[in-house]
């Protein structure tokens, strides 16, 4: 398969590089539950926007000012269409009643995926009946991960403040942050979460 698009015209090749780079910029993360058609028709899409960039320069003297031209301006529209007009299609799709999709697979995407929202505080439960709390994200938002990742596949990423016992009891957590050796983050895979509680602005 790979020798027969190596075999296509160069400019075809660049079209359809193009086209998957920006699906990957448009779609990161939310990828998961595409099928091969999707991502082979939403890449085609991508790459009609590249062969017209393509198309836009006279001769085929010199390739490489198409081909950066072409992959830079399919990245940028891919960017747009995340940042903005993805949410403005669904919101358009709301107000026009045809369907009330978001367009996330479920609600933990569109909390991790959703622009705009900012985790504040967080309490983690695990199976074990221990509960891990951020009180207050500020003092670590320079830091690595901003003190906290939420990952899609339900898994978190968190400095840890304070630790609720099975028995009631309550641990604070020292030296969180460390001069030398940085700050002390924890992973608390998905299966091991039961429940998680947040405050988002």
């Not at 539950?33 to 991508?46: E, L």
């Amino acid at each position: 398969m790979s020798y027969e698009i190596l075999s296509l015209p160069v400019q075809v090749q660049i079209s359809l590089g193009s086209g998957y780079a920006a699906y990957v910029v448009a779609y990161s993360g939310l990828a998961a539950n595409h099928r091969a058609r999707d991502v082979v028709f939403i890449s085609f899409a991508f790459s009609a926007f590249a062969s017209l960039i393509i198309n836009s320069f006279s001769g085929p003297d010199n390739i490489w000012l198409p081909a950066f031209s072409a992959l830079a301006a399919t990245i940028f529209l891919a960017a747009l269409w995340r940042s903005f007009g993805r949410g403005f299609f669904y919101w358009l799709m709301k107000r026009c009643r045809v369907h009330g999709d978001d367009g996330f697979f479920d609600c933990w995407q569109s909390l991790v995926q959703a622009p705009g929202l900012t985790v504040g505080q967080i309490a983690v439960y695990t199976e074990d009946g221990r509960i891990l709390w951020m009180n207050q994200r500020d003092p670590y938002w320079e830091g690595p991960k901003r003190g906290l990742e939420l990952g899609s596949d339900g898994s978190v990423i968190m400095v840890v403040e304070e630790e609720t016992q099975p028995d009631g009891s309550e641990v604070k957590k020292e030296d969180i942050v460390d001069p030398n050796w940085g700050a002390r983050l924890t992973y608390i895979p998905a299966r091991s979460i039961t429940r998680v509680n947040l405050r988002v602005k």
